[in-house]
């Protein structure tokens, strides 16, 4: 059986001042009908860009170099031709961090989430009408005939963001890439939205990828994460396993930098040194000058993806190093003071 | 604490909104953070935090209620003396620092106009102040925009030490910045404190970072203070359930599973308030009293520094007296 979502070898290329990098650099991910994939690393490890990529919303001076997208078995995009957007709009749908920037800000509402049904689904308006009320109730928004002509700004950021999933599901997409989604939410809001999340998973069987810099929210709703480092995925697996057992350096590096709200007798630790300039990658292991674990092989080649465990993966050439228990790598148990 | 620094004593600040009405923004807000010491202020967007904030900056002046710097009074009006004692930093250090100035040329003016320090010594007290905040000399030659997210923040907090503060007010100080960033400009603002002996407050919807940098927390729901305590106290046993719904969202790095705090709705509008108690419409263990007696503070023991402001938050509670509100 296919995967829900098979991405292969997505390379895509970035030019800035007349220079050309990769951003993303040969990013392979699959997703099972209903799973949940969780993106993470930092600003600039390119996990929105290889979502603007499925998804076929690079900017301008972006470009898929090479690579293909399946949905359910069927191409929707490869490195060759860029104009397959409306096969893939059908499969795909995206929801951003800031819903108050990309909902139109003079139309209401409700008129934005019938806009699809009716000019891609064909539906007369009366019917989008029906269709986009009963999106608005699927995603949790108290009195959806009230609110449907309600404009973007007379919402509450967990309303708006409701509205943008609303949206999102009216073409029937197969999986839902959301970008940062909660990022801008409050905590409790946050925990809402992530149960609509949730709950769509349960009752339509939606697939979704999620990118964000939260680890603790990937342990909350993802089966499986790909940490991603310049361009790369340096470690991926079943959430539980990678986060509470990390493989590769940069994922116990980032765990160990995290403040958490029941473990306060552990001191977060800084990642020494910076993220590397694309323009400038460091050879072999893009980690491996702030890795506290690096050789000199690390630097002599290209370090790829490896097979390290069941469904699990690292581009490391020393995780057995981890696997002994440096500092940060130890999982912690919840502890209350 | 008799010796506190830096006091509010029942701040109030509206706002006049669209048809007459008035949004209380701050509604009788109290706290005081001393000498060497963190307070950490949290809650959700639109729960007075800044609000309050920006009253003890000075840069709001509110309705009714004080602030006091080491016992004075500080007026509408404030001296040079009393601004320069109490400096504020912004979450988003990009669109709080001047883009076309160096990092030396903004430091020298401060230097000038607050008359800190003479000339030939302005270069001297620039490096120092680099060195305060961990960024090289050189980063002196520099602008804005050829610094990361965590290393503006820092110049921001140099921008600020510059005039010598008593009280540091960060809002948000590490929310736009990855975390791998944070860790780091958690730890400066906790050596901050204890070279310098700043008083300071640091306001954040992250659980987390206010458990791990702050000796005092005061959580705050629509206006007022919810909870408040020593962290170690307030956290080893949260009385609020609002504060226990805050602590419940908060993601975990060890957790599996969602996180489904028993909260309902959406805070409401803070110019309809609700009558009693302002939580009860959310509130899981709301009782008929809550919604007609609005819960004073108390302590949570007879003596006891931990304060909560619900009706049922205190010890004992008797079970008996318990009457869960139905429908």
């Known amino acids: ?337 | 604490m008799a010796d506190a620094r830096l006091a509010a004593d029942d701040l109030v600040v509206s706002f006049p909104v669209a048809g007459g009405h008035t949004l209380r923004a701050v509604d009788g807000v109290s706290f005081q953070v001393g000498a060497g010491q963190i307070l950490g202020l949290v809650g959700e967007s639109g729960c007075g935090k800044t609000t309050a904030a920006r009253c003890m900056a000075g840069l709001l002046t509110p309705d009714s209620g004080t602030v006091r710097l080491d016992g004075a009074q500080l007026g509408a009006r404030r001296t040079a003396q009393q601004r320069r004692a109490i400096q504020m930093i912004f979450q988003d250090p990009y669109s709080s620092l001047n883009p076309r100035l160096t990092v030396r040329r903004m430091l020298r003016e401060l230097l000038a106009v607050h008359k800190l320090v003479p000339r030939p010594a302005m270069e001297e007290r620039c490096r120092e102040l680099m060195g305060l905040v961990g960024l090289p000399a050189a980063a002196l030659d520099g602008l804005p925009a050829q610094f990361s997210g965590g290393q503006r923040q820092r110049i921001a907090i140099a921008r600020a030490l510059a005039v010598e503060p008593l009280v540091l007010i960060a809002d948000e100080p590490v929310s736009s910045l990855d975390v791998s960033v944070q860790a780091t400009i958690l730890r400066l603002f906790a050596e901050l404190r204890d070279r310098l002996g700043l008083a300071m407050i640091i306001i954040s919807h992250n659980l987390a970072v206010v458990r791990q940098l702050s000796d005092q927390v005061a959580v705050m729901y629509l206006g007022r203070i919810a909870e408040e305590g020593g962290t170690d106290e307030l956290f080893g046993s949260v009385r609020h359930p609002y504060a226990q719904a805050l602590l419940a969202a908060a993601p975990r790095l060890h957790q599996r599973g969602l996180a489904r705090p028993d909260l309902r709705g959406e805070p409401p509008s803070p110019v309809d308030l609700p009558s009693g108690c302002r939580f009860h419409p959310r509130c899981p263990q709301a009782a008929d009293i809550c919604q007609h007696d609005d819960p004073l503070p108390r302590p949570v023991r007879p003596d006891s520094t931990h304060i909560v402001s619900c009706h049922f938050g205190a010890d004992p509670v008797p079970e008996s007296a318990v009457t869960p509100l139905t429908g």
Do not use: W
């Open chain 1, 1 to 337: 059986m296919n995967p829900l979502l098979e991405v292969r070898d997505l390379t895509v290329e970035v030019r800035r001042h007349h220079r050309r990098f990769r951003a993303v650099d040969g990013v392979s991910l699959s997703l099972p009908d209903g799973g949940s994939l969780g993106i993470v690393g930092e600003s600039g490890s390119g996990k929105s860009m290889t979502l603007r990529a499925i998804m076929g919303l690079l900017p301008r001076t972006a470009s898929v170099q090479a690579g293909t997208v399946q949905v359910a078995g069927e191409l929707v995009a490869d490195g060759e031709e860029r104009s397959s957007g409306d096969r893939r709009r059908h499969r795909l749908a995206m929801v951003f961090q800031d819903a108050l920037s990309a909902l139109n800000p003079v139309m209401t509402v409700g008129a934005q989430v019938a806009e699809a049904p009716r000019r891609v689904g064909g539906l007369s308006a009366r019917a989008a009408r029906e269709r986009a009320l009963g999106l608005l109730r699927t995603v949790g928004i108290p009195d959806p005939a009230r609110r449907y002509g309600s404009y973007p700004h007379e919402l509450s950021g967990g309303l708006r963001q409701r509205v943008m999933i609303a949206i999102a599901l009216s073409t029937d997409p197969a999986v839902l890439l959301c970008d940062e989604p909660t990022t801008a939410l409050d905590v409790t809001i946050q925990a809402q939205i992530l149960g609509l999340l949730q709950d769509l998973r349960a009752a339509q069987g939606l697939g979704i990828v999620f990118v964000t810099h939260d680890l603790g929210v990937v342990g909350q709703i993802c089966d499986e994460i790909a940490v991603m480092y310049a361009g790369r995925i340096v470690e991926t697996g079943p959430v539980g396993t990678v986060l509470d057992a990390p493989r590769h350096p940069y994922t116990a590096a980032l765990l160990a930098s995290a403040v958490d709200v029941d473990d306060v007798g552990r001191v977060p630790q800084a990642i020494p040194g910076e993220v590397p300039d694309p323009l400038r990658l460091p050879p072999g292991c893009p980690f491996q000058p702030r890795c506290p674990l690096a050789q000199p092989d690390c630097a002599a080649g290209p370090v790829s993806l490896r097979d390290i465990g069941p469904g699990r993966s690292a581009a490391c050439l020393h995780y057995d190093a981890l696997a002994a228990g440096p500092p940060g790598a130890a999982p912690v148990g919840p502890e209350h003071g």
